[in-house]
């Protein structure tokens, strides 16, 4: 069985070049492209909003990128 991954990353673009750091911030599974992809806006806005102030969002320039990684389960 596939199912995906959606992994966010808290990227900051003071230097010019954003630079994300490796660690990822949460990490859920998902059955389809669909649902990750679309889990993956809600949850990068929802985020910004609640954990960062709009002065650290514009001094830092901070933005969440994320990825949705396939991955192969067993069937059970």
Known sequence: MTKFMLILYLC???SGTPKCN???IISYQFAN???C???GYRMS???IIEMYD?????MDRLA???ECKEFKTENT
């Open 54 to 58: 709009i002065e650290m969002v514009n």
């Open 33 to 35: 492209w669909s649902d």
């Open 37 to 39: 992809l679309i889990q």
């Open 12 to 14: 900051t673009s003071v």
């Open 45 to 47: 806005h929802n985020r």
């Open 22 to 24: 490796q660690e990822s």
């Open 64 to 66: 969440i990128r994320f």
